[in-house]
């Protein structure tokens, strides 16, 4: 797809992955639309936008005007969300006002303000709960283990039901664990590898919890890669797909790589799993996404090695902006 001109809409673009979105799209030639809320304790930083020409919109998809927002857009990425899984326990009502319900109301905008865009939604693997077998395709069973995976499933479910009756072209891509530049590291809120980031950069050790699950991290310019090339794929549209990473590594065997990139200077402890979290863990994870594989070509590019060094390089240089 040619981008260049194409009125692009992404909400949560002031996040972590619509951020890295905005930039590659603007790149492109788009004329993007960055909309998001600064949610307290989600991924939006203003710095993460630096550099981008993109127009930002501050405001709240549970009572901004989506309409005029909307008007004209020919490709809407849908990243605005609430993520943080223990704070859907802790106010669920909240979680879902966001996730699912102000869903429905960007979908009634979207139905009459932009008739002919394409959507491609940001999904999570978190709902399939603990998996039954690995590695989890899509028709593996929905077993939400928090509040959080519940709301997330019904604004997927919501847009896929908007293909299903209206016919709008929409893709939802169950994204695992992301990280890469503009990761949110201040603290454990954004995936472990956040904080362990920070940790490492200011020389203090970091905290490994459990340490033998497994993750199939993602590095966000694949992420980037797999909501451009749903857009462009019309034999994507009406269809869910997982998104997986790099090769299933345990914790302590990413722990081991973050130490190493860093220099052997970096150190980390091994804790307990909080019994808080524990109780809304998944356990191992690791994607089957050959599906999306086979219908657009996809295929993660950057292994973790080499994904958790330029993490690092970009975080030294902007320490400051993300803390
Ligand atoms: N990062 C991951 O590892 C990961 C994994 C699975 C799924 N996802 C999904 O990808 C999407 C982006 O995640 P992210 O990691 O970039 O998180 P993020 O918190 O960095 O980005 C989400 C953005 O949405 C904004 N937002 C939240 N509620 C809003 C509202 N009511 N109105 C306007 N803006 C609002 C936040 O301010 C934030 O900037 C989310 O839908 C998330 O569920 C991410």
Known sequence: MDWTNRKVLVTGGAGFL???????????????????????????????????????????????????????????????????????????????????????RLIQAVRE?????????????????RPHRLPVDEEHPVAPPDANGVSKFAGEQYWMLEHRV???????????NCYGPRLRIRDARQTFLGIWLRCVLEGRPFEVWGGDQLRDLTYVDDV????????????C???VFNIGGAPPASLHELAGILVR?????????TREFPADRARIDIGSFYADDSAFRAATGWAPRTGVEEGIARSLDWFRSRFAAYL
């Open 261 to 269: 990139c860093a220099g052997g200077k970096a150190r980390y402890v």
């Open 224 to 235: 980037t890669d797999a909501f451009l090339r749903a857009a462009e794929a019309p034999s």
């Open 18 to 104: 619509g951020s890295n979105l905005c930039h590659a799209l603007a790149a492109r030639g788009a004329r993007v639309t960055a909309l998001d809320g600064f949610l307290f304790g989600g991924g939006a930083n203003a710095a993460n936008l630096d550099g981008a020409a993109v127009e930002l919109v501050r405001g709240d998809i549970r009572d901004l005007d989506l309409r005029s927002l909307c008007e004209g857009s020919e490709v809407i990425f849908n990243l605005a969300a609430q993520t943080s899984h223990m704070g859907g326990q802790r106010d669920p009502l909240a979680d879902i006002a966001v996730n699912a319900v102000a869903q429905v």
């Open 166 to 176: 209206e016919g709008r072209p929409v893709v939802s891509l169950r994204l695992t």
């Open 113 to 129: 303000a932009a008739p002919e865009a394409v959507v491609v939604h940001a999904s999570t693997r978190q709902f399939y709960g």
């Open 237 to 239: 549209y009406g269809r």
